[in-house]
């Protein structure tokens, strides 16, 4: 079973940082594309970073030049540094892996369960 597990949420004021990891456990052949993605209070869930397997890199306008996205293919881990953050990036982050698992599915997409982001003013 596969399991996306973020850690590195927490409190911060406004012009912090923090960052972000994802570790994708469990039994796969292979993982494609990893993103960040957020949702805020009565919003919808959107894409902050994305990453694939080759390093090739999106951002949301929102978060171009504050933060960054990066993967360890070792460790299956990926990451999002977060600088210059302001009170409206608070948000549950979530982290959603695009995986290949050996019961013949194919390619599908897992999500872990999100850590919150708070930015004070």
């Known amino acids: 079973q596969v399991q996306l597990v973020e850690s590195g949420g927490g409190l911060v004021q406004a012009g912090g940082s923090l960052r972000l990891s994802c570790a994708a456990s469990g039994t796969f052949i292979h993982i494609g594309a990893m993103g960040w993605y957020r949702q805020a209070p009565g919003e919808q869930r959107e894409l902050v970073a994305r990453?694939?397997?080759?390093?090739?890199?999106n951002y949301a306008d929102s978060v171009k030049g504050r933060f960054t996205i990066s993967r360890d293919n070792v460790e299956n881990t990926v990451y999002l540094q977060m600088n210059s953050l302001k009170p409206e990036d608070t948000a549950v982050y979530y982290c959603?892996?695009?995986?290949?698992?050996?019961?013949?599915?194919?390619?599908?997409?897992?999500w872990g369960k999100g850590t919150l982001v708070t930015v004070s003013s």
């Open positions: 959603k892996g695009v995986l290949v698992t050996p019961t013949g599915l194919g390619a599908m997409d897992y």
């Open positions: 990453i694939t397997s080759g390093g090739s890199i």
